[in-house]
């Protein structure tokens, strides 16, 4: 099937630990996207990458990395995990590839991340 | 900055229509997007509104008025699948999206 893929879709850990959320897509776009929802079902937009290349860095903690090893994936590492991490986190794609065009995003089923 | 605003909640009989408004005030406006999301899921694409106007896809319309800042979700002919959140997002450069908090729309038989 085409579509973007996350794993796991869920994960419980411990504060302090370290953990990562894949990412991947086969829809042959360009751009990936981390979002994170929280408890309130705000869709916030973390990061998101152009081939390889960061193009959206909002004000995030620095414990949390994106790491693009190809344009079809985005990975999400999350280090010193803290309470207020816990959340859903979407990965979605686009094939925009302008900074000025926009396109459709399509996400991901979502990562359910609880932090005890 | 990006400011969206939609209602929380609304309330609908099967067979009905129903209207989601939701005003935006924004530093870039590439387009405006409407999204669906079930429980539990991910959001689904609905409508893209780039000019003004109305842009239907069988039951479902949206609006877009650019000088107003406003838009609207138009549902018609509710089914009980219906039942979902509902989302407003304004794209602005580097295609990033702004969400609204979202509307929950229960339908009722």
């Known amino acids: 099937d085409t579509a973007v893929s996350q794993t796991p879709k869920y994960l419980v850990t411990q504060m302090g630990n370290d953990k990562s959320i894949k990412c991947e897509q086969n829809?042959?776009?360009?751009?990936m996207y981390w979002y994170k929802q929280d408890s309130k079902k705000f869709l916030k937009i973390m990061f998101s990458y152009n081939n390889k290349e960061l193009i959206i860095n909002e004000t995030v903690p620095n414990r949390f990395s994106p790491k693009s090893p190809d344009k079809a994936h985005l990975n999400l590492h999350i280090n010193s995990l803290e309470l207020g991490d816990s959340a859903v986190y979407f990965c979605a794609s686009s094939q925009v590839t302008s900074s000025l065009g926009t396109d459709t995003q399509y996400f991901g089923p979502g990562t359910r991340l609880t932090v005890l | 900055g990006q400011n969206i605003d939609q209602p929380t909640e609304m309330t609908a009989t099967e067979g009905a229509i129903v209207q989601i408004n939701c005003t935006y005030q924004t530093s870039g406006f590439n387009g405006l997007f409407w999204y669906q999301q079930h429980a539990g899921e991910a959001p689904t694409f609905l409508s893209y509104?780039?000019?003004?106007g109305l842009e239907e896809k069988g039951r479902f319309s949206s609006f877009l008025s650019r000088s107003k800042g406003y838009s609207y979700l138009l549902l018609k002919e509710l089914q009980m699948k219906d039942s979902a959140s509902y989302l407003c997002a304004v794209s602005a450069a580097g295609n990033k999206l702004t969400f609204g908090g979202g509307t929950r729309v229960l339908v009722k038989p």
């Open positions: 509104n780039v000019l003004d």
């Open positions: 829809l042959g776009h360009d751009t």
